[in-house]
């Protein structure tokens, strides 16, 4: 069986992609969903890999799902199932997020421990102390989670440090709580801010008072969301880092500017450039060719963990010293040794990326790991000279909804090869 894209590269891209919707968006807007009942809309979903887990757990729950293009529809009449079967939880982080939800909606909720990931430990621990703030009891056995509680209470609640999935868990749960919850510290990113438009399109009241302060005055009910999910930061970000790679000249029809700006900063100082014009990014990678001394991955605004892969990729392209020190999750350097056996000679030095650059990249047989590093040697693979097979694309379908066409379309070769599966 096979399940492998193959690249043959060493061809600058060059020509006009639009961007799918946002994966880290539409997952949590989901689990919004079942704080209604009838049926709530998402426009413009992607349809990816966990977006159709999430649609299988939503069904297992008892919603009622279906598309209309790319328009999901969630009917939550009847979502009163308060198990996650840990075939999918185990699949995916996301799946987490639904607890709150669930406690707010069915006042049980019980799941596996979520995974999908190999890029560090993600530990649950901030997502049980948000639930245990608003009066739920959470017990752990090992290999579940389960909460119950009466009617959930609001909560001032001060995140240690920031993090997204349990910022969007309060967010969740504090929606029909009973009473004002204030989050402190929470996360910035913007799938964040998306939640709660979709969420106050409900008839919730959320706003943001000041920065990192979130406010939730609880309501008794919410009636079902019809919105358009964003485009993805992250593929814009890795269409970007192709071009560079490539020296290439693309266009992004629709790209979420506003969302961009660190990505945009370190694209501009190894050397790429680009305008905005008529609401398209304009992308020159062509002079892409100045090293990084030291590129440390950040919570928003800063640069995004799931773009430190893709631009190594890029680095590796370079010529010179540069350095990546990833702070968010401490095992994002898988994709190094693979790069390594594409001819790029980089190391691993006290939790710091060292990249000798400049050095021919040659198409071998590597394989994907988790998502962003197999979008990072989908990169790689385009800059090569000869012919690339990447292993385990199930994992880059995961957050990308149809790469190989893209790039395609943007003049890269890339074939899917199925095999038996």
Not at 285 to 307: C, H, N, W
């Amino acid at each position: 069986m096979s399940d492998e894209i193959i690249v043959t590269g060493g061809k600058p891209l060059n020509g006009t992609v639009r961007i799918q919707g946002s994966k880290n968006a539409a997952l949590p807007i989901m689990a919004s969903a079942l704080l209604s009942d009838g049926t709530s809309v998402l426009r413009g979903c992607p349809k990816i890999a966990d977006v159709f887990l999430m649609e299988k757990i939503l069904k297992a729950l008892g919603a009622v799902t279906w598309w209309q293009d790319h328009d999901l529809y969630l009917d939550c009449s009847r979502a009163d199932g308060t198990v996650i079967p840990e075939a999918f939880s185990g699949k995916m982080r996301s799946s987490v997020i639904l607890l709150g939800a669930m406690l707010g909606r069915n006042k049980k909720a019980s799941t596996g421990y979520p995974g999908g990931c190999v890029i560090g430990k993600r530990p649950v621990d901030l997502h049980i102390q948000v639930l245990r703030s608003f009066g739920a009891e959470i017990v752990e056995n090992g290999s579940k989670i389960t909460g119950s509680c009466g009617k959930l209470k609001g909560a001032e609640i001060f995140f240690p440090k920031s993090s997204v999935g349990a910022t969007e868990q309060a967010v969740l749960a504090a929606a029909l709580a009973e009473g004002r919850t204030i989050l402190h510290g929470g996360a910035a990113e913007p799938e964040i801010r998306w939640l709660v438009r979709y969420l106050n399109g409900m008839g919730a009241q959320i706003s943001f008072p000041e920065k990192n302060c979130i406010c939730i005055d609880g309501v008794k009910s919410l009636h079902p969301g019809d919105g358009v999910i964003p485009p993805d930061r992250i593929v814009a970000g890795t269409y970007l880092m192709a071009a560079a790679a490539t020296r290439g000249e693309i266009i992004i029809e629709n790209p979420p500017i506003g969302e961009m700006d660190g990505i945009l900063e370190v694209y501009r100082k190894m050397g790429g450039q680009y305008h905005i014009f008529g609401g398209k990014l304009i992308v020159n990678g062509k002079k892409t060719g100045l090293p990084l001394a030291l590129l440390e991955t950040e919570v928003y605004p800063g640069f995004p963990t799931d773009l430190q892969s893709p631009v190594m990729a890029v680095l590796a392209t370079i010529s010179g010293i540069s350095r990546i020190r990833e702070k968010i999750f401490e095992d994002r350097y898988k994709t190094a040794p693979w790069l390594n056996r594409m001819g790029a000679r980089i190391e691993i030095k006290d939790g710091t990326a060292v990249i000798d650059g400049g050095f021919p990249l040659k198409g071998c047989t590597v394989e994907a790991q988790e998502l962003r590093g197999g979008a990072a040697l989908v990169i790689a693979a385009l800059a090569a000279d000869g012919t690339t097979r990447i292993r385990g694309c199930r994992f880059i379908e995961r957050g990308y909804e149809h790469i190989c066409e893209d790039l395609t379309a943007l003049g890269g070769l890339l074939i899917k090869d199925r095999g038996a599966l």
